[in-house]
């Protein structure tokens, strides 16, 4: 049932980025109403020019969309009265002097969930390719792999150095490789046939360890390659890294796009907007250019449709794609200007229009520092 209740609840995944709180704790959620299926939220910013206002106002609108029961969202945004501004700069100054941020994850981070229904479909070649992709576009990325004992991101990308520890901070350093940063189990196990045999709180701690003691870079976006299926993993990144947004893979069969649909329906259940679907296995083309849907048509449109979110990618059944995930060589990095590296730079860009960068800075956190400052001078003379 939508219930005011849960409409703030699911406005916490909303930050302003440089204070690292949000716009719930910041006292910004002004009015909440809802009439049927249509949502409205009024928000207060400190000033009614702020640069962030486009981004605030997108945020909560996708994160409210995501609850069952929604069908419009209408954000109204007003500046703060003078009390209201004062009373929300104290409490900043005490996150700027408390701040203990919950994950080494950057609040300016925009953190991209990919999750399927099932196995089977590419969901991890997707990842590695996206996370690539997006690198390519200039932006700093992540990518950690959260199929914490179905892993298989360092083989896809070659990966052969191990995660060690920093000696003064004892944080796990990420690797580099193909310019991005990488996390996976497979980096600290002894080889990648080594079975791990965790259950469901062992698999959520591996991940809660992957967020909170791993020495991450300012990261633009950080890139999840998720496990299939709706379980503990999945329940445990949505309380964990409250601004994750989703990517569903799926298949061309209508069956697929059945299965496919519960992990939409679990990150809605759990305040996660789903940003967009990506149909992989869509077609396999010829040198000569003509196109033969081998596995049917029609389930990634379907299934974008049925949740109200763009289809934004359709992968080609390109035999390169296996035999680079096999060998390390993925196929954005080994032919960056091919035709399916192509399909993964548009897919890329969609996405980051759909969820662009974050602003370092917000307007909120450049008048704490000002306020900070003049309490902190000496006084004239």
Known sequence: MLTEERIVESLRGVFDPELGSDVVDLGMVREISIEGGTVTVGLALTIAECPMR?????????????????????????????KQRAELMNKARRRVRENAEPTRVAPTTRAIAVGSGKGGVGKSSVSVNL??????????????????????????????????????????????????EVVSTGLIVESEETALMWRGLMLSKALEQF????AWSELDYLVIDMPPGTGDIQMALSRLLPQAEMVVVTTPPKNAQKVAVRVA????RSAMPVVGVIENMSYFETPDGRCFELFGSGGGRELADSIGIPLIGRIPL??????????????????????????????????????????????TGRIAKILDDLRLAPPPG
């Not at 004992?149 to 360092?154: A, M, V």
């Not at 329906?265 to 809605?268: G, L, P, Q, T, V």
């Open 211 to 214: 967020l909170q003691q791993v």
């Open 131 to 180: 996370a690539l992709a997006i690198s390519r576009l200039g932006y700093t990325v992540g990518l950690l792999d959260a199929d914490i004992w179905g892993f298989s991101i360092p083989r896809m990308l070659g990966a052969e150095a191990r995660i060690e520890a920093d000696a003064d901070t004892r944080l796990m350093r990420p690797i580099r490789i193909h310019g991005i």
């Open 54 to 82: 486009s981004q605030i106002e997108n945020d909560t609108a996708r994160k409210v969309k995501a609850l069952p029961g929604v069908d419009e969202v209408v954000v109204e945004t007003r500046a703060m009265t003078k």
């Open 265 to 268: 329906d679990m990150a809605r």
């Open 318 to 363: 390109d035999p390169a794609l296996g035999r680079g995930a096999d060998v390390g060589e993925p196929i954005v990095a080994a032919d960056p200007d091919g035709p399916t590296a192509g399909v993964f730079a548009a897919a890329a860009r969609r996405l980051v229009e759909l969820v662009p960068p974050a602003d370092a800075e917000t307007c």
